[in-house]
C-alpha cells in the first residue's frame, strides 16, 4: 500500500492573529487563524498546523482558547505548539482539542520532556519541531525561541535524538528558507528524512507546486507544509494536488 502525502497548512499565531513573515521576522496581520484554518481544510488541507510563535520567548502559555475554536471548527488533524515547558503543558493543549502537540524549545532546554510527554500521551501526538540554520556545506544548526537562540546542535543529530526520545514526527524548518518562497532546503530534508524512522514535515520555503513536488520525491520528506502562498492565494489546494497528481505524487484528492 503505498502511503500518501500529506500537505499541511501552518498557521503562525502572534497575540491571537495569523501573523507571516521571512526568517521568523517582519511578520504581518493575515487574519484569524480559526477561519483560515476552515478554509484551508475546506481548500483540501489534510492537516492544520497552528503554532503560537512568540510563547515561548515571552514565556506564556499557549492559546488555548484558540485551539479550542480551531478544534470546534475542523475535521482534519490539529497540531499545536508554541509554549509547551513541561508534560502537563501537553496534557492541556491535547484536551483543549489538538490530536498532536509540536515542541521546540523545551525539547532542548528540559532533556527528558519528549520521553516523559511520550510515555504520559504516546509517541503519536509528540511532535519534536526543529528550527534549523545552516552553518556549512551540510551542516545545519538548531535554533530555539523563534530562531532567536543558537543552540549549537547539529541539527540531524537532533532529530535522531528526538526520535530516541519518543517523538513521533518531525517538524523541519529552515529558517534560511522561512517565507522565501525559493523552495524548500532539499539537502537539509534530505538528511532529516535519511537519518530517522518516523514521518518528516517539511517547512519554509515553499512557492510553487514543483517545490512540494520537490521536497516530497526527491528530498523524501512525508508531508510538505506551507503557509504565506495558501493565505494569501498564491497556490490553490486543489490546483496543488490535482498537478502533484499528474507528476505521480500519491496524495489524497479533494472533493
Known amino acids: 500500500m503505498t502511503l500518501r502525502r500529506r500537505i499541511v497548512a501552518c498557521l503562525d499565531v502572534d497575540g491571537g492573529r495569523t501573523v507571516k513573515g521571512t526568517r521568523f521576522v517582519e511578520l504581518r496581520d493575515v487574519g484569524d487563524p480559526v477561519e483560515l484554518a476552515a478554509r484551508h481544510e475546506a ?17 506564556r502559555d499557549t492559546l488555548l482558547e484558540v485551539v479550542r475554536r480551531a478544534a470546534e471548527q475542523l475535521f482534519v488533524p490539529l497540531t499545536v505548539g508554541g509554549g509547551v515547558r513541561e508534560a ?24 527528558g520532556l519528549l520521553r516523559e510527554a511520550a510515555d504520559r500521551y504516546g509517541s503519536q501526538c509528540i511532535v519534536a519541531s526543529i528550527d534549523a540554520r545552516q552553518t556549512g556545506p551540510g551542516s545545519w544548526t ?45 539537502a537539509l530534508t534530505r538528511a532529516v528524512s535519511t537519518a530517522v524512522n518516523v514521518p518528516v514535515v517539511a517547512s519554509g520555503g515553499a512557492g510553487s507546486v514543483a517545490h512540494v513536488r520537490d ?41
Do not use: M
Not at 96 to 102: E, I, L, N, R, Y
Not at 169 to 181: K, M, W
Open 43 to 59: 481548500d483540501g488541507a489534510d492537516e492544520i498546523v497552528l503554532l503560537d510563535i512568540t510563547a515561548s520567548h515571552l514565556g
Open 88 to 111: 502537563a503543558d501537553v496534557g492541556r493543549v491535547l484536551r483543549a482539542g489538538a490530536d498532536k502537540v509540536s515542541i521546540n524549545t523545551a525539547a532542548v532546554e528540559r532533556p
Open 142 to 186: 538548531v535554533v530555539t525561541r523563534g530562531g532567536r537562540v543558537e543552540t549549537g546542535l547539529d541539527a540531524v543529530a537532533w532529530a535522531r535524538a528526538c526520535e530516541r526520545s519518543g517523538a513521533g514526527e518531525i517538524l523541519l524548518t529552515s529558517v534560511d528558507r522561512d517565507g522565501g518562497r525559493n523552495g524548500y532546503d532539499l
Open 215 to 255: 521536497v516530497l520525491c526527491d528530498a523524501g520528506a512525508d508531508a510538505a507544509l506551507l503557509a504565506g502562498v495558501l493565505h494569501d492565494g498564491t497556490l490553490s489546494l486543489a490546483t496543488l494536488k490535482q498537478e502533484l497528481a499528474a507528476f505521480g505524487v500519491p496524495v489524497r484528492r479533494t472533493s
